[in-house]
């Protein structure tokens, strides 16, 4: 019987498989727990990891030798083991004092979305063939795997001792108070707490930056797919902070869920390359939109404020005559800044309409047939740059 390669498509399934019972856990476990399934316990909520392990599960099977795909399907796996242990750690040290089994394995494996975190920073830096930039990265590769490899050491450390001690006080999102990093006794622990999330976080601008940069002095394929890491990696926290905001709004875990999907999905597109050259129009159909709707709803918020609190109209007229003069204004209002917004980041779309609106009025004045067709294949070849072009003229 031949073995089984750890990049093989057998391995894709198997690991699919583990991914998916955990899941799949997820739900009896925050039953267990009485806890809402998509506060995700004191881990990643369960929708964000199953979201970078689909991408990462069609990576890991279109582009095995990619390192990517697997990185992603790892940290989905430390994801899902932190949140199902999360829930299970509430259930028993929360809500049962210790008499479900198992509980200490689960009380440790309940820190596992710190190497998750680390290699969700590995995977900005490796973009898009898995390689580092250069081999100066290799200190902050190994610093940053340090620093998170030593986390993990003490956490294990500190939830071992609470074992022994029985203090396995845990709170509502299923964390060891011990590892809070407000014990006088360990202090420690406290220090490298104190370290641990600025080195993570200055490593993560480091990689974002170094792409920056390298997009810069990129071309062709290469632009385009850092151009979808940059727009996933700026959508993200982005949105999770607009969420955030917004908090208590039907819709604000709407934008967490688009927030927080950005990122894998911009990754997955850009590695295999999939409608990878219509990164340009969803940017700026993306600020369009949202330039669009920040205009319409003040307009609608000045108007309301206007009828009723200036003009004392407190009736439902008022509110209907705003919303109607905000959904007028939007039109017109869209398609100004849409062109705005493409002669910025959409520049191939507005240099073609550009060069068809010039071809229009020059047809106006045309009278020799032969010239008109020869500025018509011009233009298309300028504005949408065909392999092959031809002019069929009806017969007379």
């Not at 203090?167 to 220090?191: K, M």
């Not at 070849?381 to 017969?395: G, M, Y």
Request: proline share 5%.
């Amino acid at each position: 019987m031949g073995s089984i390669r750890l990049t093989s498509r057998a391995a894709c399934l198997a690991i699919g498989g583990v991914l998916l019972a955990l899941f799949a856990a997820a739900v009896p476990l925050s039953g267990l727990a009485h806890q809402n399934l998509n506060a995700g316990g004191g881990s990643i909520p369960v929708w964000v990891s199953a979201a970078f392990a689909a991408v990462g599960l069609v990576l890991a099977w279109r582009r095995p030798s990619n390192p990517l795909g697997w990185i992603m399907l790892t940290g989905a796996f430390f994801f899902a083991v932190s949140e199902d242990a999360s829930y299970y750690t509430v259930a028993t040290y929360g809500l049962r004092h210790g008499d479900l089994p198992l509980g200490a394995v689960a009380l440790l494996a309940q820190p596992g979305w710190a190497p998750g975190i680390v290699l969700l920073g590995l995977l900005v830096l490796v973009f898009p063939d898995g390689r580092l930039p250069s081999s100066r990265w290799r200190w902050l590769v190994a610093a940053y795997a340090a620093v998170g490899a030593l986390w993990m050491t003490g956490a294990i450390v500190i939830t071992v001792g609470a074992l022994a001690d029985h203090r396995t006080q845990v709170d509502s999102g299923g964390n060891l108070l011990l590892l809070s990093g407000n014990d006088p006794a360990a202090s420690w622990w406290n220090l490298l707490q104190n370290l641990f999330f600025p080195v993570l976080v200055a490593c993560w601008l480091a990689s974002i930056a170094s792409q920056a940069l390298s997009y810069r002095r990129s071309s062709g394929i290469r632009r385009q797919q850092l151009k979808w890491l940059l727009a996933g990696s700026a959508v993200t926290p982005a949105g999770f902070g607009l969420a955030v905001l917004l908090r208590g709004v039907p819709w604000a875990n709407a934008i967490g869920v688009i927030a927080f999907l950005a990122l894998p999905v911009s990754i997955g597109v850009a590695v295999l390359r999939y409608r990878l050259f219509d990164i340009d129009r969803i940017v700026s159909r993306t600020l369009a939109y949202a330039i669009v709707t920040g205009l319409l709803v003040g307009v609608y918020a000045g108007l309301v404020l206007l009828t009723t609190e200036v003009f004392g109209f407190h009736t439902p007229v008022a509110v209907a005559a705003s919303t109607l003069a905000a959904a007028a204004l939007f039109s017109p209002v869209r398609r100004r800044v849409q062109r705005l917004v493409d002669r910025r980041f959409n520049r191939a779309r507005y240099d073609a309409e550009t060069t068809v609106a010039a071809f229009a009025d020059r047809l106006k004045d045309a009278v020799n047939l032969d010239a008109a067709r020869d500025d018509l294949v011009q233009t298309v070849h300028e504005a949408l740059e065909p392999a092959h072009l031809s002019v069929w003229v009806s017969p007379r």
